[in-house]
């Protein structure tokens, strides 16, 4: 079975610009949740969704904006790029509630330069 | 609001010893998760082994086992005959049990396991 996974890998910005990052969870899986890492740092917690609904968000900018699509597809965007979002984009998804465990994706490396 | 502190930012230990990670958390919630994850240079979040507050008993998983004291918010894991695999970023976290379920995490700790 396919874990998590996200698209793309890597990705170079511009300050101002407008990103979408990707993200498939775990067949079956009904939660996922954003993650941003900056290096050196451990994941911060950006939006979590379940069945398609905001179940929590972190504190972040409203530059920061993420939906849930029907088939639990999972897109983050954020707008208006400035250097200090360069950081890695963890996704993770969860059957339904979390005691468990999160299973996370590779992420994705965001550059803004 | 949750906090997770990992006092220890690097460590090395040689191939075949046992290693202790340290990890404190604050929290006035009663009932809780907490986590060990590992980082490799992929990068993916691999989940060690997790403990449930609400169980005395110390979780283990193969070499991997935990020293749970509830009472003192601590939350240690023990890798026994550490492997050259297991040279990585670890990274302490909690969830509480109910209301947001967001993953709050430590500063990491970078084990190098030496050949």
């Known amino acids: 079975d396919a874990g998590v996974t996200q698209s793309p890998t890597h990705l170079i910005k511009t300050r101002g610009q407008h990103v979408t990052l990707r993200c498939s969870p775990i067949?079956?899986?009904?939660?996922v949740s954003w993650y941003q890492q900056v290096l050196g740092q451990g994941p911060q917690f950006i939006f979590q969704?379940?069945?398609?609904?905001?179940?929590g968000r972190g504190n972040f900018p409203d530059r920061f904006s993420a939906r849930q699509f029907p088939n639990y597809s999972s897109e983050l965007n954020v707008n208006a790029l400035l250097l200090g979002d360069s950081a890695l984009y963890l996704c993770?998804?969860?059957?339904?509630?979390?005691?468990?465990?999160?299973?996370f994706g590779s992420g994705t490396r965001l550059t803004v330069v | 609001a949750q906090t997770v502190t990992q006092s220890q930012p690097e460590m090395s230990v040689q191939e075949a010893e046992t290693v202790t990670l340290s990890c404190t958390y604050d929290?006035?919630?009663?009932?809780?998760?907490l986590f060990w994850y590992k980082q490799p240079p992929s990068r993916q979040m691999i989940l060690v082994i997790r403990?449930?507050?609400?169980?005395?008993q110390n979780a283990t998983e193969n070499r991997f086992s935990v020293n749970f004291q509830k009472a003192a918010k601590s939350f240690s894991l023990k890798i026994s005959d550490s492997q050259l695999g297991d040279t990585a970023m670890y990274f302490c976290?909690?969830?509480?049990?109910?209301?947001?379920?967001?993953?709050?995490f430590g500063t990491g700790t970078r084990l190098t396991i030496i050949p």
């Open positions: 969704y379940y069945e398609k609904e905001e179940r």
């Open positions: 403990q449930e507050a609400y169980k005395q």
């Open positions: 929290t006035s919630e009663n009932n809780y998760y």
């Open positions: 993770a998804s969860s059957e339904t509630t979390v005691n468990y465990g999160y299973t």
């Open positions: 976290a909690f969830i509480a049990s109910f209301g947001n379920e967001k993953l709050t």
């Open positions: 067949s079956g899986h009904k939660s």
